[in-house]
Structure formats: structure tokens, C-alpha cells
């Protein structure tokens, strides 16, 4: 993002949810936001205790940054976490443009939901997986849990082994598409 | 005997729960500090600690450390041992660890509980007192081929059950016989892992019934009594989310045919102490005995608040060889009370354990709304332990009136830091089945489509909060090129300034 700060300032960002949903700002960006065609006041507050929450359209919104790096950011508003990466319209459009290319040629890869302890692995490089098959059985919170694939396809490489502990968001296998 | 102090071999909300009762009848409690948690809540609430956090045995956690535990409950001279739910609770080594070293055991006695606790013996007491049973293996089955056969006999869909289980873990559905093998190992070595105990066992499982459980409070003078019942249908993968009491499935004549089968299944091992007997209850209101849970259960708030009796209290009272207060014609049933359990899961990636730091927690609490918790702000949910944060429990006369009062606490329950079963809760709260008490054990895979409330303009604030907050690091870095805030977590306070 440094290389973009030494440029002249970009005047538009966008919000771009996990589900591919884009939300746009103008900056510099201020506390109204244009919705269906009016502009709306937006209030953040705090609350005695430390909790935070916006005041929208006369109803209060509970806030809470769950996660953040770099232009990633997990954000809960009354307890349902929406996930966004910030763009400007040029690292938006290389964004989609490297979407385009990655998609048939290189393995989707699987990560781990949470950390825990790998117990078993349901298939080898070569498998063919379809989507929702178990592939891997990983411990924690003392209960087993089965990781499916989100895809089907073949497996091109398991990174785990038996009995490995892995953090949260660790790739396990990559799966090519088929 | 008098029993003038207990150690409470368990941690968190089920600790102070227990410490509450036993402060309420002048009785010191102790507790046990674990290297897992060093500055848990429960830790200042109790009068003594006694500290497990150095040489401690790697292999064997420090709840599950028996002859650990008895050899500090004779150095400290306790009078007698809360094992709370889970871990030791219906371990009939433990309870017998106790008798013999003249600790009093808050429970019943070391039969009992390998009696109740041995699936198959459990059912062929049931089956003796005529109460009604499904199919299924006569004992454990030993492999995956026996499993094959045996549910070939009784037919798909069956369920691999712990023997030595409970809350969900060594419990598996199988539909087809593909899956037989795969699910029988998932299900060993989960018991293993759990309950230092593979055997698992295999019954008929019944599509879409209702779990219906009674409270059952026994004396050591033959005195049984029932308490009514808890309706515990709404469950992911075999974990309860909430609790009701009473159910609305059960009209007072069900409840007296159920609760008396209770007490026959109760009665057939001379049973003391407080204990849970559940029931599955199919669409056409046949009830079949499942198992006899010899402790006392998560779920247990809702039972007090509509009987306004103390089960820690009874139970104590009952282990010091007291005889029942009360008599089954003197319990009546009061109201309708609700318990939301506010797990921290990630709700929306199948409800996933969510780790990390409770930053800061609060809630309103009143004649109507009573909470249960082992956390505060700062408590960390650590990977060692269960992921439950608390217990919102809400009694009102009627049940729709606890239902509205309970939109009203969950929107007042608000925790910073983790993701919660919050949102799933206020789902549940909106589905008009859930409403009309319409609903089984398939309520969250069928009805409930979506696992939490989100409304449409939540989408738009987030987006406008995330893009705030880096178009603010954006204007620093633009003054100050060189400057990175990368990776530093903003505080919405931090940025209220800002905004203004």
C-alpha cells in the first residue's frame, strides 16, 4: 500500500465482501453515507463499559473489529461478523483480473477452520474428491471434527501430516478443480 | 454428617455455581488452579485454591487426575468432593476413589454410577421396570464388522454411541452402510480421547424425535421424586443450544406417564442424589428410555427456576444423608423458563470453535433474567476447555412472555472480542415454528435455514466501518509515507475521536 500512498490520492474505495459484494466510498470519507439515493447521518458511540456501536437510522448497531491485516478486516456488527477487503479501483481490477487467471490452472487450497490437531487424512495426492467428502479429521475442543472439501476435484498435494498440530487458517491440501 | 467443606473438582461457571450454594449453607469451598487457566474467575470465588499448575502429569489432565485429586482432598482435610458435569462427574472410579478414602462423593454412590453409566446395563433396568426401549446391540461392539451386521439387523439409520458418553462427543449417525466403518472408527476414538473408554454401542435411531429429559432428586431413605422435565430438542450435532422447561410438547398427562417411568428407571438401582433420565419422544408421543445421566446437568437452571428449588443445595443435602424436603405432590411447576446457551462459536462456519480474549462482556440481570457464567472481561476461551461463555436463563409466567423477554436480554448480552451463538440465538427467537413450540431434534438442520439474524443494512455499516478505519491509515500514510500501521488493531474508541 506504500507504493499507492507515494501517488496522488486515490478519491474512491471499496469494500469488498467476502461473497463478492461491493460497497463503494468516496473519500475523503465522512460520517454521512449515501443510501438509496439519500444521505444518511452515521454516529459512532461508546458506551460506559467500553462497547461501541453506531447509531443508524435511529436503531443501534453493537460494533466490533474482529480481525484485522493489512486491508483484510473481519468486522461483527450486532454479532454477525461480515469479512472485507479494502480496495482502491486499480487493486480492484488487478484483483479480479488475477481471479480470472488463477482459476483453472492452480489448486483451490484448504485451510484449517480452527487449530487443532490433524487425526486422520481421508484421502492421498491423486484422490478424486467430490464436494461436501471428508478429507480430513481434525481435533479440537476435544471433539473430532470432519473437514469437507468445498469443491470436487483432485487432490494435487496434502501439506499435513498425522498427528500435526495446525493454526487456525493453515493450508492443508490443495484440490484442482475438475 | 455435616459437611463443613467441599473441593470442586471442575473450573469455570459450573465452579462458582456450586461455590454460591455452598457460601449460601456456611460451607468452605476449594477449587483447583490448572496451568490451562491460571487466572480464571472461579479461582477468586472460592475460599481456598489449592495450585495444579506446576508438576503437573502431561498425560492425564489435571480434572481428570484422580489419585492427584484425592491425595490434596485428605491433605486439605475436605469433607467432601463436587464433581460439577463432565470430566470425573460419572467416573464410578472416582466415586469409589472417595468412599474408600472417607471423602463424601456429592453424587451417587460407585454402583450407581457404573450401573447407569454401562449403556447396556443401564437398559436392561429399564427393561426390567417396563419402560419403553429401542433396538439395538445387546453390549459394545467390538469392531466394525459387528457393527456392520448388527445394524444390518435392525436397519439404517443407526447411532454409535459412547458407552461411556455424554454432551455429543463418541456419537455418530450412520445412514448407509458405506459409512459404517468410517463413522465406527470417528466414533472409537473420539470415546477414546474423551472418556478414556472406546466401546461404543449401536441402537435403531428414531428420524426427528424430541429429547425430552426429566430432573429426578432421590434421598438415601428410598424418597424419589421428579421435577418435571426439560425439553432439550434444539441441538447441533448432539449438543444442546437451549433448554426449556416445561416442554411444550407435554400435556400433564404425558408428563405423569414419563416422569413415573422416570422414577421406576430411578428406583430400579436404589438411586440417590440428583440425577437426569432422557427420554426420545417421536411424533406420535411414544417415549423411549435412552440413558440416565448420575449428575448434575448444564442445563439444570431452568428446573430451579421453575420449581424454585436449589439442586447443588439438594444434592449436598442428600449427600450428607438428609431426607427429601418435599413430597411429589408439593412440586409444582411455576412459569416457563428458558436457557440460551452463548457458546463462543463462529455461527457462521458451522458453528466452529471460536478461540480468544473475551475483551469485555455485560449483560442486564433482573427478577426475570438470571446468568450463569465462569468469564469476565479479559477471560480467554482456550482450546483446552468447552467453548460455553454462559448461560442466559430467562422465567416468565407464560412462555410466550419468556420468549420476549428473552429477544430483549440477548440484544442486552454483549460481548466484544469472540464470535457467539448471540446471532443464532435471535434466529431461533424469529422462527415462527420455534414460536409455536413446533419443533424436534431436526429443528436446526431442517427448519432453521439460516444459523443467524443479519440484517441488511449490517452488511453496509460494517463495509463503511472496515473502509474507515483504512481510509484513516491511508491519510496517515499519504502524510507520512514511510509510516505503517499495518497489522496494529484499531480500537473503535480510538477512532470515535477520530470521527468527530
Known amino acids: 500500500m506504500a507504493r499507492e500512498a507515494k501517488k496522488k490520492k486515490t478519491t474512491k474505495l471499496i469494500a469488498l465482501s467476502s461473497t463478492n459484494k461491493a460497497y463503494e466510498f468516496n473519500r475523503p470519507l465522512e460520517k454521512k453515507i449515501k443510501y438509496q439515493g439519500k444521505v444518511v447521518d452515521i454516529k459512532l458511540h461508546e458506551d460506559p463499559k467500553g462497547f461501541s456501536y453506531i447509531v443508524w437510522k435511529n436503531k443501534k448497531y453493537m460494533l466490533d473489529v474482529i480481525e484485522k491485516k493489512q486491508n483484510r478486516y473481519t468486522i461483527m456488527v450486532n454479532g454477525v461478523w461480515h469479512s472485507f477487503s479494502v480496495e482502491t479501483p486499480v487493486s480492484l481490477k488487478r484483483k479480479r483480473y488475477l481471479e480470472q487467471q488463477v482459476d483453472s490452472s492452480v489448486g483451490v487450497s484448504i485451510e484449517a477452520p480452527m487449530p487443532g490437531k490433524i487425526i486422520d487424512i481421508l484421502v492421498e495426492e491423486g484422490s478424486e474428491v467430490k464436494e461436501g467428502e471428508p478429507i480430513i479429521i481434525l481435533e479440537a475442543m476435544k471433539m473430532q471434527n470432519e473437514i469437507s472439501s468445498h469443491i470436487s476435484g483432485v487432490v494435487q498435494s496434502v501439506s499435513v501430516k498425522k498427528n500435526e498440530s495446525v493454526m487456525k487458517d493453515d493450508i492443508l491440501m490443495e484440490i484442482k478443480r475438475s | 454428617m455435616k459437611i463443613k467443606s467441599i473441593l470442586i473438582a471442575n473450573r469455570g461457571e459450573i465452579a462458582i455455581r456450586i461455590i454460591k450454594t455452598a457460601r449460601k449453607m456456611g460451607i468452605r469451598s476449594y477449587v483447583i488452579k490448572t496451568a490451562k487457566e491460571p487466572n480464571a474467575w472461579y479461582l477468586e470465588e472460592a475460599d481456598k485454591v489449592i495450585d495444579f499448575s506446576e508438576n503437573f502429569d502431561e498425560s492425564i489432565p489435571e480434572f481428570l487426575d484422580i489419585e492427584r485429586i484425592i491425595k490434596s482432598a485428605k491433605k486439605h482435610k475436605v469433607d467432601a468432593i463436587h464433581p460439577g458435569y463432565g470430566f470425573l462427574a460419572e467416573n464410578p472410579d472416582f466415586a469409589r476413589r472417595c468412599e474408600e478414602s472417607k471423602i463424601i462423593f456429592i453424587g451417587p454412590s460407585h454402583e450407581i454410577i457404573y450401573r447407569m453409566g454401562h449403556k447396556t446395563i443401564a437398559k436392561e433396568l429399564a427393561r426390567e421396570s417396563g419402560v419403553p426401549l429401542l433396538g439395538g446391540s445387546p453390549g459394545a461392539v467390538s469392531d466394525a464388522e459387528e457393527a456392520r451386521r448388527v445394524a444390518g439387523e435392525i436397519g439404517y439409520p443407526v447411532i454409535l454411541k459412547a458407552a461411556a458418553g455424554g454432551g455429543g462427543r463418541g456419537m455418530r449417525v450412520v445412514s448407509r452402510e458405506k459409512d459404517i466403518e468410517r463413522m465406527f472408527s470417528l466414533a472409537t476414538n473420539e470415546a477414546a480421547k474423551a472418556f478414556n473408554n472406546p466401546d461404543v454401542f449401536l441402537e435403531k435411531f428414531v428420524r426427528e424425535p424430541r429429547h425430552i429429559e426429566f430432573q429426578i432428586l432421590a434421598d438415601q431413605h428410598g424418597n424419589v421424586v421428579h421435577l418435571g422435565e426439560r425439553e432439550c430438542s434444539v441441538q447441533r450435532k448432539h449438543q444442546k443450544l437451549l433448554e426449556e422447561s416445561p416442554s411444550p410438547a407435554l400435556n400433564s398427562s404425558l408428563r405423569k406417564k414419563m416422569g413415573d417411568a422416570a422414577i421406576k428407571i430411578a428406583r430400579s438401582v436404589n438411586y440417590y442424589s440428583a440425577g437426569t433420565v432422557e427420554f426420545l419422544l417421536d411424533s406420535d408421543n411414544n417415549f423411549s428410555f435412552m440413558e440416565m445421566n448420575t449428575r448434575i446437568q448444564v442445563e439444570h437452571p431452568v428446573t430451579e427456576m ?195
Open chain 2, 306 to 500: 421453575v420449581t424454585g428449588i436449589d439442586l447443588i443445595e439438594q444434592m449436598i443435602l442428600i449427600a450428607e444423608g438428609e431426607k427429601l424436603p418435599f413430597k411429589q405432590k408439593d412440586i409444582k411447576l411455576n412459569g416457563w423458563a428458558i436457557e440460551w446457551r452463548i457458546n463462543a462459536e463462529d455461527v457462521q462456519s458451522g458453528f466452529s470453535p471460536s478461540l480468544g480474549t473475551i475483551e469485555k462482556i455485560s449483560w442486564v440481570e433482573n427478577e426475570h433474567v438470571r446468568v450463569d457464567t465462569g468469564v469476565r472481561d479479559g477471560s480467554v476461551i482456550t482450546p483446552y476447555f468447552d467453548s460455553m461463555i454462559a448461560k442466559l436463563i430467562i422465567h416468565a409466567e407464560t412462555r410466550e412472555r419468556a420468549l420476549q423477554l428473552s429477544s430483549q436480554a440477548i440484544m442486552k448480552f454483549w460481548i466484544k472480542g469472540t464470535k457467539t451463538t448471540l446471532a443464532f440465538c435471535r434466529a431461533v427467537l424469529q422462527n415462527s415454528n420455534f414460536r409455536k413450540g413446533n419443533f424436534n431434534t431436526s429443528f436446526l438442520s431442517k427448519e432453521l435455514k439460516i444459523h443467524y439474524q443479519n440484517e441488511p443494512d449490517e452488511a453496509l455499516l460494517a463495509a463503511f466501518f472496515a473502509t474507515y478505519d483504512y481510509a484513516r491509515e491511508m491519510n496517515e500514510n499519504e502524510e507520512k509515507p514511510l509510516h505503517t500501521e499495518n497489522g496494529k488493531a484499531i480500537t473503535p474508541w480510538v477512532l470515535k475521536k477520530r470521527l468527530r
